[in-house]
């Protein structure tokens, strides 16, 4: 009887064990592998990985366990050291472990367990790297353990050398070709795995262990995994893993030369879980060691029953269509077309990605690269984010923290989206306490950004994105607690006793309340209190002071007891007050820049600090407001203070009508006059009209002029060194801005008249108010502000109101 006519399942298993040598998230392998367990039928099913997730196995079959999910392995002690092993639909093990749930089959893992893995890494890898996943193995091993020694050879990249000899220069293209394209064998569903076997074969006999020393360590324990399994179950096991493995496992060795290579080899005890996993972080370009270029495009390769390439450009189409350009069903036709034309021109047996890539460039794109970069990222990479199931083991805080995303409708997502929270709203307040106690944990989900319709303090903008190694972080910051609220109060506290800088515990407290953790602003407020009476340095109170005064205004809006902070931020302020002016003599330029930054910041503050200080609190410390602006007044006349700090202080008093313009021209003058250095001259122009001083010059003309008649009066020889202060203050300017000191500067600043003598003030702004043009835009003001009657019936006050709105 010929080999082709024995029964295929009497073939699977003469020589031994079945063999499915495989490349990780390939979607080729996965259909292989399917194919070679429905003909071999096994009695059971061996898989590479830890082989503490057998309980986690039958897991597999729970509707609520959707790929790409990851095992994640962490140390008990240390739950920071972790190591991952990703599993999407198309990957190989994957579909092995469905086939043996649907089958009734036991399925098992058998590569090196987690708890030497994790001993292992925390040996040979700095703190900084640890919860990486996966390695650098072209045939997929995503186990932790597959990253070289350091010190050995660079390691083989077995499809790249086998590209290489089959004479391409793109291993992800020859791939396609061989496996991709092609599908599992029809006749033989063997066949693909034994030409594979042979070609790693010969790759080991040149390379060795390709510069994976520990792979002789795993290797060798599935060659005592696979006996164990053959013990128990007969001939019939099949055994699915990285094509590199499969010589080293068909070897024959003894089981005391195998027990010799585990000898000895270090432990930590670790927990496995199912955790959710991202189609972007299966792609190499992630950083992720055995990742693929494409996890998108093999996604839908493995889905689609017939004609892929049609129906992914169909879905191009539809997300090209989405952004809203123009792609009809002729440009798809059209694109099917030229990815046809082009393999057959490239000699492959179907277009692959390279050729459906060019065809959308050229049909759907019009030869640009924009619109192509978002179906690269939202297609070929993709955003899919995969489930857990409830039933799936975690540590109590990521059980209470799935609660609360459930309790808060804020479901983890892969794709980055923008949230607008307003805290008047209960479920929007507590959004905001969850994801400011998650930033505090380490657990950075969303980042806070500037809110768009408001600048208020009752509305936040959150930029969320789920990533699988928070689900490491999550469990990290399992020791702080059981649930987030308990942990975070936890964390705030043992954060407030090791900070060592003001600024640090400021910004501690500010988070507390942002976090709505009154439990932990006692001890907050303790170390708070304690460091402030320590630190002597101005420019540190200076720094601490906003964040203390931020966190009343946000205590404020969420009805939080901020009496403690009260006391501290107004003790603050005073001593900023006594410590200020002496700490502004003597700085050179960097110091005097960064003491102008504090100066401002204590403006702000002390104006918010006062508005928010009632009653008992306000009778204690008084005017905060006219103490500070003698403090300025102080800055703003003492000639040992440098030059950006006087002038920040004078511009700060005019802009608070604590100084007449009459008083700042002349203060200004003096500034300016012959017998001062150009370049403190320039620095007191710096800090007078920087940080949006340009509308002060438009509006004044006779500080405009004070300068203008100043800048060209500097000697040449000093131009030089005083013009990088200049360009810096004004380029800050907006561009209007500058155009209109530009024009007012050509004709010579205060020097227009108008008819009759009038003066004329800057370009678009008349001296005074035109009540004509005023007017004019009466009616549309009351039908806006829904005021009846006819207008002659209005009082002279009415009238006067909305010219005051109009003007």
Known sequence: MSDHDRPLRARAYASGPLLLGVRHHGPGSARAVRAALDAARPAVVLIEGPPEADPLIPLAADPGLRPPVALLAHAVDEPGRSAFWPLAEFSPEWVAIRWALEHDVPARFIDLPATHTLAWEAEVRPPSDRGADGDTSADGDTSAEDRPDPGHDARVDPLAVLAEAAGYDDPERWWEDVVEHRGPGRRDPFAPFAALEEAMGALRERYGVGGRPRDLVREAHMRLQMRAARKEFGDEVAVVCGAWHVPALRERTTVTADRALLKGLPKAKADLTWVPWTHRRLARSSGYGAGIDSPGWYAHLFRVPDRPVERWLTKVAGLLREEDRIVSSAHVIEAVRLAGTLAAMRGRPLPGLSETTDAVRAVMCEGSDVPLSLVYDRLVVGDVLGEVPEAAPAVPLQRDLAREQRGLRLKPEALERELELDLRKDTDAGRSRLLHRLRLLGVGWGEAGRSRESTGTFRETWRLRWEPELSVRVAEAGVWGTTVLAAATAKAEADATAARALADITALAELCLLAGLPDALPAVMRALA???????????????????????????????????????????????????PPACAALDADAAEEMRGHVDAVHGAVGLLAETLTGASADAHGDLRARWRSV???????????????????????????????????????????????????????????????????????????????LTGVPAEAFTDVLPLLRRTFSAYEPGVRRTLGELVRRGPGTGAGPAGRPVGPPGFAAEPDTERADAVLPVLRLLLGLDGDPADQTPADDNSLVGVGT
């Open 632 to 710: 300025l007044r102080t800055l703003a006349l003492r000639d040992t203070v440098p030059g950006v700090v006087r002038g920040r202080a004078v511009r700060l008093l005019l802009d608070d009508g604590e100084l007449g313009p009459e008083e700042a021209a002349r203060l200004m003058g003096l500034v300016l006059s012959p017998g001062t250095p150009p370049a403190d001259a320039a620095a007191w122009i710096e800090g007078f009209v920087g940080g949006g001083g340009g509308m002060l010059l438009v509006h004044d003309e006779r500080l405009l002029g004070l300068v203008d008649a100043w």
């Open 530 to 580: 304690d460091r402030a009476a320590l630190d002597t340095d101005v420019g540190h109170l200076a720094q601490a002071l906003p964040a203390l005064v931020r966190s009343l205004r946000y205590g404020d809006v969420r009805g939080t007891d901020t009496g403690a902070l009260a006391g501290v931020a107004a003790g603050l302020a005073e001593r900023v007050f006594v410590g200020l």
